[in-house]
């Protein structure tokens, strides 16, 4: 089954440092993957997503990603963080049926901005 | 316009009660879903539903009775709440054919139970 692990549940950055955010996945295929961005008490709203082509996929709000196959990766990147970016961050890899059987959720990382 | 709307935002009940959450989308979609997202913000798929059908039954008691009066609606109905029930309840949708599965979400509703 596919799964997404997070490794960091809280990083914290200084404003206009820039940032990465861990993302492995485990999946059988070629995956679909996302980051979601939820700001507090909101609901996700999505940053970017994988197909295929580019490894490198860009956002809004700055952000990337990258893919990179031999690490079973999909970090996601920012040269510069604003203290409006602290939320928490979600990648997500597309359920192996496809179709109607949703996304499943890495834990999330809770990024706060210090001044 | 908003895409996902859920109602209601906020939820305060005893246990014991019986309590619906409601969900619409706009987008034309095919495919809505209910997640939970507990208090470690892990959120988990409970429900899937394809043009009225249900497809995704995740380990869910069955005290949750999720209800598609048509494709754009997927309301959340919860008999007998638990303590345990508390957390946000996000509703989502998608197309499901020649796509890659990308949900879009509600702002959730935000379930206490005392």
């Known amino acids: 089954a596919q799964s997404v692990t997070q490794p960091d549940i809280h990083i914290t950055v200084s404003e206009g440092a820039s940032l990465e955010l861990r993302c492995n996945y485990s999946?059988?295929?070629?995956?679909?993957l996302f980051w979601y961005v939820q700001s507090p008490g909101q609901g996700l709203q999505l940053l970017l997503k994988?197909?295929?082509?580019?490894?490198l996929v860009q956002g809004i709000k700055g952000f990337e990603a990258e893919f990179k196959r031999s690490q079973s990766s999909f970090n996601l990147r920012k040269p510069s963080v604003h203290w409006s970016d602290a939320a928490e961050y979600f990648c997500?890899?597309?359920?192996?049926?496809?179709?109607?059987?949703?996304?499943?959720f890495g834990k999330g990382t809770h990024l706060i901005i210090q001044p | 316009d908003t895409a996902v709307s859920q109602t209601p935002k906020y939820l305060v009940t005893q246990m014991g009660n019986d309590k619906s959450i409601k969900c619409e989308q706009n987008?034309?979609?095919?495919?809505m879903y209910w997640y939970k997202q507990d208090s470690k913000k892990f959120l988990k798929i409970m429900f899937s539903?394809?043009?009225?059908?249900?497809?995704i039954n995740e380990t869910v008691p069955n005290r949750f009775s999720p209800k598609s009066p048509d494709k754009a609606h997927l309301n959340l109905h919860i008999n007998s709440l638990e303590l345990g029930d508390s957390a946000v309840y996000f509703c989502?949708?998608?197309?499901?054919?020649?796509?890659?599965?990308?949900?879009?979400f509600g702002e959730g509703s935000r379930l206490t139970v005392l």
């Open positions: 539903y394809n043009n009225k059908e249900l497809i």
């Open positions: 997500a890899v597309v359920n192996s049926g496809g179709g109607a059987d949703g996304l499943t």
């Open positions: 987008l034309g979609h095919d495919t």
């Open positions: 999946y059988g295929a070629t995956p679909y």
């Open positions: 989502a949708s998608s197309h499901t054919k020649g796509t890659t599965g990308e949900l879009f």
């Open positions: 994988y197909f295929s082509g580019d490894t």
